[in-house]
């Protein structure tokens, strides 16, 4: 690339997404600048429960997608020491496993048959995925409560981190590498000239060049009229409002992630405890509110009825990516030279946010993507039908 304007590689939006791609692409010697309307990190991108998990089940129509999540979850040993080393920050990376719980109510012949593909699409994949009794399930989470029950599944594989840890990893190291990270700045939309980017204009009315724009701004992403034109699907990503209700019990209550449908118990090993989640399509307001706080707190005394004798330390909102059918959108947008998007990661922005990263590094120095990339293209999105959902 050439040295005439400010930056290499302009990136807008400073989630893990945006830090991911602007942390490899400095590694690689381009000189980037990321611009973040906030702070870093602060969005879906520190409210997240950090699970990595790989759940194949059969109801996504684009089986690939498992595929990619099973890819960024393998890369995290290799980011995690990196990111230590290199900022003494731990990001808390730990291969806790999981239980995923399947309650009566579920069992229905359809039910099971789901379960079992989901079972034979992690063995296929090489996930380790155990069918197990309640009881058997509470011999290795004896808080557990099993009554409603009708079976488990044993996942030793899953993991999680520590979500806002990895955030601040990802900025710190983005900054060692001599990242122009920029807060408080509004980007409005791209300034193309022909079919080439030239960088982006902000609210302020500024113009910052740049020889190539990657846009990764999360659940606004359906707010670049430039991109929404040339990437049509990008418009539908909405904001998806997950909260999260958070416990410290003086031990730990569980080892393992206890999850069921869109629901989860995340526990740290210092005695935290996440409670989550909801799905939400209530527009940008990234507040919490009294009705769904108090299912989320039944919801975890339900499963682990030690939680219900506990205060709540707190309590959060933020807004997911979402969008119906294959997603995330990676790649190059057609029709404007030099601009790309990463958008639209939806529940599992955090666990592929290094193989999105290493993705579009790869496409933006033209070279081979380390994973096949097609089902993710701006340009490849009539191919695949829709789906509800994702996991
Ligand atoms: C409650 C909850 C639980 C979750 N749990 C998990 C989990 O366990 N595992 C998992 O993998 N994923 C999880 N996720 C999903 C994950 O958090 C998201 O998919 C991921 O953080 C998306 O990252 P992002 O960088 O695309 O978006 P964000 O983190 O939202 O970052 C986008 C950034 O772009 C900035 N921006 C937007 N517009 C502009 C603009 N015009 N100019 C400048 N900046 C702009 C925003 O301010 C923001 O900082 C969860 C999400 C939620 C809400």
């Known amino acids: 690339m050439s040295q005439t304007s400010s930056s290499d590689l302009l990136v807008v939006g400073a989630g893990v997404i945006g830090l991911g ?38 109801r996504v129509k684009t089986p690939d997608y498992h595929d990619l999540v099973l890819a960024s979850k393998k890369r ?14 731990d990001i808390g ?70 979500t806002p840890r990895f955030g601040r990893a990802l900025a710190l190291s983005c900054r060692q590498r001599g990242v122009d990270l920029r ?36 659940a606004w992403a359906a707010q670049f009229p430039t991109l929404n034109r040339l990437a049509p699907r990008t418009a539908k990503i909405h904001p998806v409002r997950g909260q999260i209700a958070c416990y410290r019990a003086p ?23 996440l409670v989550g989640s909801t799905m939400e399509r ?33 309590a959060w909102a933020d807004l997911r990516p979402g969008l119906k059918g294959s997603h995330p959108i990676l790649g190059p947008v057609p029709g404007a030279q030099g601009l790309f998007v990463a958008a639209g990661h939806f529940r599992n922005g955090l666990v592929l946010a290094p193989v999105t990263a290493e993705i579009v590094l790869a496409l933006l120095l033209g070279r081979m993507p380390p994973v096949p990339v097609d089902p993710w293209m701006p340009k490849g999105f009539d191919a695949t039908p829709s789906v509800d959902d994702d996991k």
């Open 183 to 218: 807060e408080g700045v509004e980007v409005a939309d791209v300034w193309l000239e022909g079919d080439s980017v030239r960088g982006v204009t902000t609210r302020s009315g500024e113009r910052i060049p740049s020889e190539a724009v990657v846009l990764c701004p999360g």
């Open 93 to 162: 990376l730990l291969a806790c496993g999981a239980l995923e719980l399947y309650p009566e109510s579920r069992a229905t012949p359809d039910g099971l048959a789901n379960l079992e593909r989901m079972i034979e699409g992690c063995h296929a994949r090489g996930i380790r995925a155990e069918r197990i009794t309640p009881a058997e399930a509470r011999e290795l989470e004896p808080g557990l409560k099993t009554d409603g029950l009708a079976l488990a599944v044993h996942l030793p594989d899953d993991g999680q981190i520590r």
């Open 251 to 273: 031990r730990p209550l569980a080892q393992r992630l206890l999850t069921m449908e869109h629901h989860y118990i995340v526990p740290r090993p210092d005695g935290i405890v």
């Open 76 to 89: 995290f040993p290799e980011w995690a020491e990196r990111l230590r080393d290199e900022t003494d920050i």
């Open 21 to 58: 791609v602007a942390d490899v692409a400095a590694r690689e010697g381009l000189r980037v600048t990321v611009l973040e309307r906030e702070r870093p990190a602060s969005r879906a991108s520190w409210a997240g429960a950090g699970m990595l998990n790989c759940r194949p089940w059969p």
């Open 282 to 314: 209530v527009g940008f307001e990234a507040v919490t509110t009294p009705g769904p706080q108090d299912e989320l707190r039944a919801f975890g005394a339900s499963l682990l009825p030690a939680t219900d004798a506990l205060q709540p330390l707190t």
